[in-house]
Each structure stands twice: as C-alpha cells, then as structure tokens.
C-alpha cells in the first residue's frame, strides 16, 4: 500500500482529525462490495472541503485515504465497540442501515485485516499521537477535533433525525467542560443549525 494518510502541520495548537474521509479501497473490499455500497455511502461526505479553512486557520490535518469499509480508523484495535447498541467495527461488515456490507464468502480474511491494521490504522494512528505530542511539547497543550459528517436519519442507529451538530465530548471525559461549553455558545449563535452536546 502506498499513500495511507494526508496530513499538514500547522502552526497552532489544534489538530483536525478526519478518518472518515477516505475513498480508496483494496482490491478485496472494492470486489466483495454489494452493489449498494460501491458507492460508498457511510462516508463523512465533504469534510476535507468544510474544513479547508484549517490551513489558513494554522491548525494541522490529519485525514485518511482509504474508506472506513477497509477499515475504521475512529475504533480501537482491539475492536471494542465504542457505544452500546447498534454500531459498526473495526472492520464494519454492515452498511448503517443494517444490510450487509459484502457479497457472501466475500467479507476479507483474518489475514487481510491484519494487512488493513498494520498497514492502515497503524500509521495514521502513529501519526495522530506524534502530532499531538509535538504540539503539546511546543504549546504545553493539545487540542484534537474528530470531524465526522453523517445522514441525518438512520433508523438503524439513531431515532429520529440528528441535530446538525453534534459535539461530543465522551461525556466529558475528553474535552473541558468550558471548552464544551464555549463551542455549544457558538452554535447557539446560529439558530438556523441544531445542535446537541453528547447527543
């Protein structure tokens, strides 16, 4: 594999993380595919072009190359589920809305997703920590912000339809609380959008 990650350092303490992003697949995934997900539909849609901004902004990007159907870079390697309920894996074998993600006998072997982990999830996670800890060594902080895109309606998932904004925090435990709540100030600022903080 060649290009795994695209990635600028910046000149501020934040990092923009998306790994979500990525469209390419391995020849594996792109041929055990149903017809339905060769178009990709979990992607986070048009982040790298809603956050083009950072650079001008200073903050470093992090995004990924290859789609979260290789493998899903915003979960654990020991693939513990990050919510209770419905959701996708490391190696997501279903669409958000329940169907199955590859033709039978198709779904890539151990092997393969060892490949996707070592090869994929390993450096762009390498990466993720190095920048952090760059910026925390240069600033004595670090700020990370995971975008993510998302449909609004997933009955799979989610009741009802989501806000606009999402902020999550893991209930606290990864942000400040007067981080969070300066964030929630700005989206109350526009009332157009919806959001929700831990939602």
């Known amino acids: ?34 017809p339905e997900a060769q178009s990709l539909p979990d992607t986070d849609w048009h982040i790298p072009t809603l956050y083009d901004f950072a650079e001008e902004l200073g903050a470093s ?26 959701t996708t894996g490391l190696y997501p074998e279903t669409l958000f809305d329940g169907v199955p993600l590859f033709r039978q006998g198709q779904v890539p072997s151990e092997e393969e997703r060892v490949t996707y982990l070592q090869k994929i999830w390993g450096p762009y996670h390498r ?19 995971d975008a993510h895109s998302i449909r609004s309606v997933i009955p799979h998932l989610f009741d009802g339809k989501l806000p606009d904004f999402n902020l999550g925090t893991f209930n606290g435990a990864a942000c400040d609380p007067e981080l969070a709540g300066q964030l929630e100030a700005v989206c109350a600022q526009h009332p157009r959008y919806t959001h929700v903080l831990n939602g």
């Not at 600028?8 to 390419?24: C, E, F, N, T, Y």
């Not at 979260?68 to 654990?76: E, M």
Request: no cysteine; proline share 6%; hydrophobic share 45%.
């Open 61 to 86: 990007t992090l995004s990924a190359e290859y789609s979260r159907f290789v493998i899903d870079l915003n979960r654990p390697s020991d693939n513990k589920p990050l919510y209770a309920g419905a």
């Open 127 to 145: 990466q993720l920590q190095e920048e952090l800890a760059r910026i925390k060594a240069e600033f004595g902080y670090a700020l990370l912000f």
């Open 1 to 34: 594999m060649d290009k795994v990650l695209n990635f600028k350092q910046g000149r501020v303490p934040l990092l923009i993380s998306m790994p979500h992003a990525g469209l390419r697949l391995t020849p594996v995934v792109e041929a055990g595919l149903i």
